[in-house]
């Protein structure tokens, strides 16, 4: 059963945020996490792998955090998080969060940034720590947001750059103008349940939002029927192409884009 947003959180209980927002999944599980005990913990359930939560918490709070995955896969992950130690929480009074790229392997950075990015409000700032200079980051910033964001470097030393990035508009969800909310592999359900699966996940993203979901045959079949039946528009983008595994991600389309 879902937890409702607006229910104390209760660090002996399983926590079961897939029906918040992901930036209230953010913010909560972050605070609950500072109020814990040395050697306590709690569990959440997701409704995909929440690895750049993993990122962001590793960031503020650095080695004190134990994570472990009890389940993984389908709309259900969940995470044991425990507080292994006590170190000093980063202040956080010009950032409205950090991430410590340097925890992260480079292929997963894009993913990390622009989805935390995603969530930001206009006229905050994510702090990035990194041990060289982010280029490609930069570039897809300068690339999708022109004028709508802005880069300040605050430190650039060896193994260590740092870099302030400001939302100053309210736009850009993600790395090609959208934000992957979710992420889910359909093959360990039958036919009927990947369909559900797949058709809940669109009703709960919103335009500019998107979700990716991997597969075991190329699900062509289930594109056709929602291009036939759906009354929103979106996009239809293969990331990988068999033979044994498909993924897809599928966008929600804005209103703009559409028109």
Request: aromatic content about 12%; hydrophobic content about 35%.
């Amino acid at each position: 059963m879902n937890t409702p947003i607006n229910t104390p959180l209760n660090p002996t209980e399983e926590l079961d945020v897939r029906s918040w927002l992901p930036i209230e999944r953010h913010n909560r599980l972050i605070a609950l996490f500072g109020e814990l005990p040395v050697g306590s913990h709690f569990i959440f359930i997701n409704d995909h792998d929440p690895k750049p939560l993993y990122y962001e918490f590793r960031s503020i709070y650095g080695d004190v955090v134990g994570w472990e995955y009890l389940h993984r896969g389908g709309r259900e992950w969940k995470i044991k998080v425990t507080r292994t130690d006590t170190l000093p929480v980063r202040d956080l009074k010009e950032v409205s969060t950090m991430l410590d790229l340097r925890k992260a392997k480079p292929d997963e950075w894009r993913q990390i940034v622009f989805h935390r990015y995603g969530m930001m409000e206009a006229g905050s700032t994510m702090e990035l720590v990194s041990n060289d200079n982010p280029e490609e980051v930069q570039s897809i910033f300068e690339a999708r947001f022109p004028g709508k964001h802005s880069w300040v470097v605050k430190e650039n030393e060896a193994k260590r750059f740092v870099v302030h990035i400001t939302k100053n508009a309210k736009s850009g969800l993600g790395d090609t103008g959208f934000s992957v909310v979710n992420e889910f592999d359909v093959r360990p359900y039958s036919p009927a349940e990947r369909h559900e699966m797949f058709y809940k996940a669109f009703a709960d993203i919103r335009p500019g939002e998107a979700f990716e979901f991997v597969n075991d045959h190329d699900p062509k079949p289930l594109y056709y029927q929602m291009e036939a039946e759906s009354h929103e528009a979106f996009r239809w983008e293969y990331l990988e192409k068999g033979p044994e595994i498909w993924k897809v991600r599928v966008i929600k389309i804005k209103k703009e884009e559409n028109d």
